[in-house]
């Protein structure tokens, strides 16, 4: 454990960020993997999932989580399976 005053508060300003990164990360890969199993299903409503799939790929990117190439490599899969 850090004794000086800013290196403590780096350490509880990293973990809270860290908290806020898995959970976006997180929310990025549940609507990703929603929309693939509703694409292989033939589910009604994959097109609105492939829409929000494609929003939470962009606020990754927006947020620095994942490489903006990496956003559009994947959202560029995801319309090939759409299709």
């Given at each position: 454990m850090p004794q000086i005053k800013s290196a403590i508060k780096r350490v509880k300003t990293q973990a809270v960020a860290n908290e806020r990164n898995a959970a976006q990360l997180s929310t990025m890969r549940t609507a990703v993997k929603k929309f693939k199993a509703a694409q292989a299903a033939g589910a009604d409503n994959a097109s609105e999932l492939?829409?929000?799939?494609?929003?939470?790929?962009?606020?990754?990117?927006?947020k620095g989580l994942i490489h903006k190439n990496k956003a559009n490599r994947d959202k560029s899969r995801l319309a090939k399976l759409a299709k």
């Amino acid at each position: 454990m850090p004794q000086i005053k800013s290196a403590i508060k780096r350490v509880k300003t990293q973990a809270v960020a860290n908290e806020r990164n898995a959970a976006q990360l997180s929310t990025m890969r549940t609507a990703v993997k929603k929309f693939k199993a509703a694409q292989a299903a033939g589910a009604d409503n994959a097109s609105e999932l492939h829409v929000a799939a494609i929003r939470e790929l962009d606020k990754a990117a927006s947020k620095g989580l994942i490489h903006k190439n990496k956003a559009n490599r994947d959202k560029s899969r995801l319309a090939k399976l759409a299709k």
